[in-house]
């Protein structure tokens, strides 16, 4: 009897240890890697800081230079930089966005301005502010922090986009675990897919009724949230079926191995993509979790801009998904028959009894 419960024990300490493992190792001590920095204005007002900035922070910031405080701003609110240094400001610049109400601002603004847009991150754009928070401090300089694409007032905390994203996660693996756990084979392929493309739909619609209409949390387009949610849920399902014909019973830690402990540093929701660990870094764009929540956060800021190829990655993890289960069905189908042929024992004509 020892035997078989430290069998079904092994499991949730697996899942204890593959939590805390892969959390802690790439959580516990956040440190940049190349986190996108600008600096704008005129190549004797940026030279000197763009060199001082570059010896100071090393791999762990790129900082680059344009001519105007437009072409800065464009970059911010592109998401192609995390944020944009003005050393001279026009009274123009100074009223670009809103004022910050993360950093302390100035009474009189008369120094450097600040470029951000908490809506990428506000902890990516805490981490780029940094180092010119630093230097602003060291030449006794007030600087002015504007954030061109603020977080909603009802989402504060930036973790909204996050949660949902989590929710239509789970909705996702825990819905293909659950069928095969209880229907097992008496359910087929078909039946199965149908089921949870049905299933997609009311997960997605559930997750945008609490996390829109009912709280407020997550805003916009809800065709565009409902298809990011169906397409989250059949992206995860379509992957989890595939690893249930391999792993079996240990089917959901395999599935939230991958699909929640790996892929929630790696996606950039929970910490900037660019503290993560360069193993966890090259999984950024290839699990749904970073589409998820990429969409989602599109959806919610920027209008949906750039959200194609968050569809196109999910769309191909449940294209791929199917397609490599319908392959090792019809393998595994042809190699028992072929094993049933070979082992079949051909039935002996009965010679006749010669007669007397």
Request: aromatic residues 6%; positive net charge; contains cysteine.
């Amino acid at each position: 009897m020892t035997r078989p419960i430290v069998r079904v024990l092994l499991f949730p300490l697996a899942m204890a240890a593959l939590l805390v493992g892969i959390y802690t190792a790439a959580m516990h001590a956040p440190t940049p890697h190349h986190l996108k920095i600008a600096i704008a204005g005129a190549p004797a007002q940026t030279g000197p800081p763009t060199a001082s900035l570059r010896r100071a922070l090393g791999d762990a910031y790129d900082v680059s230079t344009v001519t105007s405080a437009d072409q800065a701003r464009q970059l911010v609110a592109h998401r192609a930089v995390a944020a944009a240094y003005i050393p001279a400001p026009t009274p123009a610049d100074r009223s670009a966005g809103t004022a910050s109400t993360t950093f302390a601002q100035p009474p009189h603004p008369d120094g450097p301005v600040l470029y951000v847009a908490s809506a990428a991150g506000a902890a990516r754009a805490n981490l780029a502010a940094l180092p010119f928070q630093s230097a602003a401090a060291q030449q006794h300089q007030f600087l002015q922090v504007r954030d061109l694409v603020p977080l909603s007032a009802h989402d504060t905390s930036d973790t909204s986009t996050m949660y949902a994203s989590v929710g239509l996660t789970l909705a996702g693996y825990l819905s293909a675990i659950m069928l095969a756990t209880v229907f097992g084979t008496s359910l087929t392929r078909r039946r199965t897919v149908a089921t949870l493309a049905a299933f997609g739909a009311v997960a997605a619609t559930a997750v945008w009724l609490i996390t829109s209409p009912i709280l407020g949390a997550v805003h916009g387009s809800a065709p565009a949230i409902l298809v990011t949610g169906w397409l989250t849920v059949m992206a995860l399902a379509m992957a989890t079926l595939f690893l249930s014909r391999f792993c079996g019973r240990m089917t959901p830690l395999a599935a939230v191995g991958v699909f929640m402990f790996l892929a929630m540093p790696a996606s950039g929701a929970a910490l900037p993509i660019e503290t993560m660990p360069t193993p966890i870094r090259a999984l950024h764009d290839v699990l749904p979790l970073t589409s998820t929540s990429g969409s989602l956060r599109q959806i919610m800021y920027f209008a949906g801009d750039g959200i194609s190829r968050y569809w196109l990655t999910l769309a191909l993890w449940t294209i791929t998904g199917l397609a490599l289960t319908v392959a090792y069905d019809a393998i595994k189908a042809r190699r028992a028959g072929h094993q049933c042929d070979t082992t079949a024992v051909p039935r002996q004509a009965a010679e006749p009894t010669p007669s007397r």
